[in-house]
Every structure is written in structure tokens, then in C-alpha cells.
């Protein structure tokens, strides 16, 4: 078992197990069995490349065999860079069929994040691509090896450079690999490591069971909508857990469906994959829906098999939401969703004004919610709070985090999400505000503390404070208050520093502005409140 992972009390998996939300089934399994159930069905379809259920199930296996000749090992941690490619599923279906724990990275990130999850996981291998969007991956991953002891293998799809090439793996058989002598992988068992939007200075890491999981993505097929015609669009990062499971590519491979991979989530990578595969599902967030809208009407491709289009991520304005259908032809679903777990989903019968005015509510009857104030007392029915969470597919604890666990759960394990929600009396959610130190730019999680200590490292900087300023289009932006010591600093000086440290760049603050104190709280603390209203546009 991997440990370091909190779990459900036995008496809580028993239930969910006696209750039919776990059954019992590994991610491995249930590519096995769709392999079975559709063979010559296309599963995924990434560029040129067609892969059947048969064919990705036997490539999984090829490649599984070879990750074990090759030494890696049960509850391995492997961390997994990949952009929206066939090889992804590949990848990540052999690790599970062996009980290795892929991490999933974002392809935006950088060596400030790699080497962080390289070693915090203490990972053995690091799956990449050579090179996307302009970004050489190998150059990231020479640096990542050198400086974390246990990366034994980096392993690339493309040109390895001097590293191994995934393809020289594939153990290749006329017939499907067996796995007998394979570990055995058990469903209770963690079944990846999921990065957490995170509100503090290091990333935390999300243990995911397959139990568990699976529950999560079978249940949003029913909510969705999801089945054999359902053509699923991956216009976001794979690996992120909206795309990947709410129903994402994971609800259609168990809904025997088709996933149709897009490099990139423009609309001009994306109308033509929609017109040519007959899409009929997608999810986005906020600023690319924005983005989508604008460019339907100038676009002539055929947008007509799609029905439904999550948006979620970030808070999708009323006066957006409401174009969606006009502008897009089709229904809009909102999704507000976690990778700690709790999901919820506009219903896709629901009403106009409904789907555009909330964030849905949550999609299992097994979801406990509570609303409570800052005293953690349950706030009067209607009233605002933060939202917190129990449930089948919500995690009781981080990996290797029990300080932090403490104050991120109850003791009766509720997990604190930090947002701050209304439920409406249909058990509708909305959401307010949040209550944790992190910026959402469009989707994008920040941790305000994370960028905070990249910039307390250099010489020339006293102290420093991320705050989210608003932004019509990205909903937010992020503003970095700092007290220079002694000399002047430049603005360009301090995000080349930043980028010099290998922080994503997305992470990079939109603006900087330098102040000579910082106002503060009652209690003597830095009041991020105040500095996120002096970015307000004053009303006389
Ligand atoms: C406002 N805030 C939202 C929404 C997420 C499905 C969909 C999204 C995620 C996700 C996910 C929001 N309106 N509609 O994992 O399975 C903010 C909240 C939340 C945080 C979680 C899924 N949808 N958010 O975004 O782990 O602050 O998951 O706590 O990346 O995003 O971020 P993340």
C-alpha cells in the first residue's frame, strides 16, 4: 500500500462498498473489460492516430510489461507530463494495470514544480513528451534528474535525446500480453496522485483510490448523459481532474464512447475536430467558453452534434452563461468540482435560469454539505459560509501532509474547501467567494503563499503579497505587492527572477506594484483585503 495516505474509517468504505458506490473494480480492469465489450470500437482518436479499445488495451499491456522489465515497481510514483496526446491513456492505463502511481503534472509547469513533486513523491521514473508548444522537455528533465536522487528514468514520446524512448518499451507480442505474475492491484488501492489547486506554500498531493474514483466518473456518466454515441472532446489538459473525470475521458471509455484529443483548446484547433468527429460533449473554462462564443459567428464549421458544454473551473458569470445556447447551440452545464473530490453539475433538464444563475448541486445522493461560518457553525439556511464536504469520492487527507491535514479536515472527516457558497433551497450551489489564499486565473489555481516565498528568496525584496485583482476575462488576475529592500528593482527584473526559478508561467503575477509598507489587519498581519481593494477602481 502507498502509505502516508488517510483513508475512509472501514465503517465508510463498508458502506459504500455494501451500497454498490465502490465495486470493486481497478482502472486497469475496467479498460480490460471495455476492450472486451467494444473491441473494434474507436476509443481515442489524437491527430492521424486511431486507437480501438482493443488496440489501447493491448498497447497498456505491451507497455506495462515493459515498465516491469524495465524495474519499475508497484506503488512506484511516476510522474506523468504528457499534452493531449494518444499516448497519455497508454501510459497511465499500464500504470495502473501494474499498480504504479502515475502524478499528474500539467504540461505548463515548469522545474519549480517538476522537482518539487519529483521529490516530494520521491518518484522513480518521469514521463514526458520531447517537446510541445515551443518547449523542450528533455532540457526540464535534464535538470529535474540531476537534481532529484530517486528519478531513475525519464522516458520520452518522440526523440529521447539521451534518454529512453516509450516506444523502445512496448514489449511487443502478436498477442496481448498476460499478466499473470503482475502485481496484484487492489481497488481500495490509491490509484494516482492528483495536484491540488493549493492555497499554501508547496503543493499538496491528492490520493485517489480506484474505488473511489471510479464511483466519481460512473455516477457523472449517468448525470451527463453519457453513453456508447457520446463523442467526448479533451479540450483542456488531460491530466487536469475536470477533463479527466467529471465525466472527461475517463467517463467515456467506461461509457464506451470516443475521445477526440485537441492539442489545443482554441477554436481553431477545436471546430474543426467538432465539425469532422461529430463532437457532442466538451468542457471548458470560463475565459476559452468566452473565447468560443466570439468565435462561433464569424466560424463556418459545422458546430450542430453538440449538445452539452460544461464550463467550470472558475466562476462562470450570469451574463455569460446565458449566450451559451444562443451563440453555441447547445445546453450549457456548469460544473464546480474539486480534485479532492466533491462535483457538482447543473442537471442538463434543469431550467434556463437555473443552469445560468448556479453552480450546481451535487451529483451523488452520498454528498454531505455544510455551509458554516467562521466559527465552523452551520450558517442559517440561504446565508453565505464555506462550503464544506463529506462523500464516497471526497479524500479524507492528503499524501504525506498531517500538519496540514489537521486544519484542511474535521475530525469526523469533512474536508474544508474553502470556498464560500449559498446552497439555495433546491440544494443548488453558489459560489460567493473563497475563503483560502489562492488566486483563480481563469481556471488556473495560484497559491498565493507559493509565489510569495519565489519572491521573499531574492535579495531585493523585503516582503511580498499575492493578491487576485478582477479581470473581465480571466475573472482574475494576479497582483504582487512588494517592499523592496534598499535599491530599486525593476518589474522585469523580478518576473525574470520568477521565470528564472522555473515557476510555471502561468504563476508568473500579471502586475507588480511596489509599496513601502504593507496595510494591516486589527491583529498586526498583512491585510490582503485592503490591498486587494486599493486595485478597485475608486467610486466618489
Ligand atoms: C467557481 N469556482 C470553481 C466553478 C471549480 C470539475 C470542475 C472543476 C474542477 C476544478 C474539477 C468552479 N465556479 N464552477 O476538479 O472535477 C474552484 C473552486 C474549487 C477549485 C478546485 C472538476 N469550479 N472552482 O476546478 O481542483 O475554488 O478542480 O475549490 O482545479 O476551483 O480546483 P481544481
Known amino acids: 500500500?502507498?502509505?502516508?495516505?488517510?483513508?475512509?474509517?472501514?465503517?465508510?468504505?463498508?458502506?459504500?462498498?455494501?451500497?454498490?458506490?465502490?465495486?470493486?473494480?481497478?482502472?486497469?480492469?475496467?479498460?480490460?473489460?471495455?476492450?472486451?465489450?467494444?473491441?473494434?470500437?474507436?476509443?481515442?482518436?489524437?491527430?492521424?492516430?486511431?486507437?480501438?479499445?482493443?488496440?489501447?488495451?493491448?498497447?497498456?499491456?505491451?507497455?506495462?510489461?515493459?515498465?516491469?522489465?524495465?524495474?519499475?515497481?508497484?506503488?512506484?510514483?511516476?510522474?506523468?507530463?504528457?499534452?493531449?496526446?494518444?499516448?497519455?491513456?497508454?501510459?497511465?492505463?499500464?500504470?495502473?494495470?501494474?499498480?504504479?502511481?502515475?502524478?499528474?503534472?500539467?504540461?505548463?509547469?515548469?522545474?519549480?514544480?517538476?522537482?518539487?513533486?519529483?521529490?516530494?513523491?520521491?518518484?522513480?521514473?518521469?514521463?514526458?513528451?520531447?517537446?510541445?508548444?515551443?518547449?523542450?522537455?528533455?532540457?526540464?528533465?535534464?535538470?529535474?534528474?540531476?537534481?532529484?536522487?530517486?528519478?531513475?528514468?525519464?522516458?520520452?514520446?518522440?526523440?529521447?535525446?539521451?534518454?529512453?524512448?516509450?516506444?523502445?518499451?512496448?514489449?511487443?507480442?502478436?498477442?496481448?500480453?498476460?499478466?499473470?505474475?503482475?502485481?496484484?492491484?487492489?481497488?481500495?488501492?490509491?490509484?494516482?496522485?492528483?495536484?491540488?489547486?493549493?492555497?499554501?506554500?508547496?503543493?499538496?498531493?491528492?490520493?485517489?483510490?480506484?474505488?473511489?474514483?471510479?464511483?466519481?466518473?460512473?455516477?457523472?456518466?449517468?448525470?451527463?448523459?453519457?453513453?456508447?454515441?457520446?463523442?467526448?472532446?479533451?479540450?483542456?489538459?488531460?491530466?487536469?481532474n475536470f477533463p479527466l473525470s467529471s465525466p472527461g475521458v475517463l467517463g467515456t471509455l467506461l461509457a464506451g464512447g470516443r475521445i477526440v484529443m485537441a492539442s489545443r483548446p482554441s477554436p481553431d484547433d477545436a471546430f474543426p475536430l467538432i465539425a469532422k468527429e461529430r463532437v457532442t460533449i466538451t468542457a471548458l473554462v470560463p475565459p476559452l467558453a468566452l473565447i468560443w462564443m466570439e468565435a462561433a459567428a464569424s466560424r463556418s464549421y459545422d458546430l450542430s452534434s453538440l449538445k452539452v458544454l460544461q464550463v467550470g473551473g472558475a466562476k462562470f458569470s450570469e451574463e455569460a452563461a446565458r449566450r451559451v445556447k444562443p451563440e453555441l447551440g447547445c445546453t450549457l452545464q456548469q460544473v464546480f468540482g474539486m480534485a479532492e473530490g466533491l462535483v457538482n453539475y447543473t442537471r442538463l433538464?434543469?431550467?434556463?435560469?437555473?443552469?445560468?444563475?448556479t453552480q450546481g448541486r451535487p451529483m451523488s445522493a452520498w454528498d454531505e454539505v455544510r455551509v458554516v461560518d467562521e466559527d465552523g457553525l452551520v450558517v442559517k439556511a440561504g446565508e453565505v459560509g464555506e462550503l464544506w464536504t463529506r462523500g464516497p469520492y471526497t479524500i479524507r487527507g492528503y499524501y504525506k501532509a498531517e500538519a496540514h491535514n489537521a486544519k484542511s479536515f474535521t475530525e469526523d472527516g469533512f474536508y474544508k474547501t474553502g470556498d464560500l457558497v449559498m446552497v439555495?433551497?433546491?440544494?443548488?450551489?453558489?459560489?460567493?467567494?473563497?475563503?483560502?489564499?489562492?488566486?483563480?486565473?481563469?481556471?488556473?489555481?495560484?497559491?498565493?503563499?507559493?509565489?510569495?516565498?519565489?519572491?521573499?528568496?531574492?535579495?531585493?525584496?523585503?516582503?511580498?503579497?499575492?493578491?487576485?485583482?478582477?479581470?473581465?476575462?480571466?475573472?482574475?488576475?494576479?497582483?504582487?505587492?512588494?517592499?523592496?529592500?534598499?535599491?530599486?528593482?525593476?518589474?522585469a527584473e523580478l518576473k525574470n527572477y520568477l521565470r528564472s526559478r522555473g515557476l510555471a508561467p502561468f504563476k508568473i503575477p500579471d502586475r507588480v506594484l511596489f509599496l513601502t509598507a504593507f496595510p494591516q489587519t486589527t491583529v498586526g498581519k498583512v491585510s490582503k483585503k485592503a490591498l486587494r481593494e486599493s486595485l478597485l477602481p475608486t467610486t466618489v
Open 349 to 357: 433538464d434543469d431550467s434556463d435560469d437555473v443552469i445560468v444563475s
Open 424 to 491: 439555495n433551497e433546491a440544494g443548488y450551489l453558489v459560489v460567493e467567494g473563497r475563503a483560502k489564499d489562492q488566486i483563480n486565473r481563469g481556471g488556473d489555481k495560484i497559491a498565493a503563499e507559493e509565489v510569495e516565498n519565489h519572491l521573499l528568496s531574492h535579495p531585493g525584496v523585503y516582503d511580498a503579497a499575492l493578491v487576485s485583482m478582477p479581470d473581465p476575462f480571466l475573472g482574475e488576475r494576479s497582483c504582487a505587492f512588494v517592499i523592496p529592500r534598499g535599491d530599486a528593482l525593476s518589474v
Open 1 to 240: 500500500m502507498l502509505t502516508n495516505c488517510p483513508t475512509w474509517p472501514d465503517e465508510w468504505a463498508q458502506l459504500y462498498r455494501e451500497e454498490g458506490l465502490w465495486q470493486g473494480l481497478t482502472l486497469g480492469d475496467m479498460l480490460t473489460e471495455q476492450a472486451r465489450v467494444h473491441s473494434e470500437r474507436i476509443a481515442v482518436v489524437s491527430g492521424e492516430q486511431r486507437l480501438s479499445y482493443e488496440t489501447l488495451n493491448q498497447r497498456a499491456q505491451e507497455l506495462a510489461a515493459g515498465l516491469l522489465t524495465l524495474g519499475v515497481k508497484q506503488y512506484d510514483r511516476v510522474i506523468v507530463q504528457l499534452p493531449n496526446i494518444g499516448e497519455f491513456f497508454i501510459v497511465v492505463f499500464a500504470l495502473f494495470k501494474i499498480g504504479a502511481i502515475p502524478v499528474f503534472a500539467l504540461p505548463a509547469h515548469r522545474h519549480s514544480e517538476i522537482s518539487y513533486l519529483s521529490e516530494f513523491s520521491e518518484a522513480a521514473a518521469y514521463v514526458i513528451q520531447d517537446q510541445d508548444n515551443g518547449f523542450d522537455y528533455r532540457e526540464l528533465a535534464n535538470a529535474v534528474k540531476d537534481q532529484v536522487a530517486t528519478l531513475e528514468h525519464v522516458l520520452v514520446v518522440g526523440d529521447p535525446g539521451h534518454f529512453r524512448s516509450l516506444d523502445s518499451l512496448y514489449q511487443l507480442n502478436s498477442e496481448v500480453p498476460s499478466s499473470s505474475g503482475w502485481p496484484e492491484v487492489k481497488a481500495s488501492d490509491v490509484a494516482f496522485l492528483q495536484l491540488s489547486g493549493g492555497s499554501t506554500g508547496l503543493p499538496k498531493l491528492i490520493p485517489r483510490t480506484h474505488d473511489d474514483y471510479m464511483y466519481s466518473f460512473r455516477r457523472s456518466n449517468e448525470v451527463c448523459g453519457m453513453n456508447e454515441d457520446s463523442v467526448y472532446l479533451a479540450a483542456l489538459p488531460v491530466a487536469h
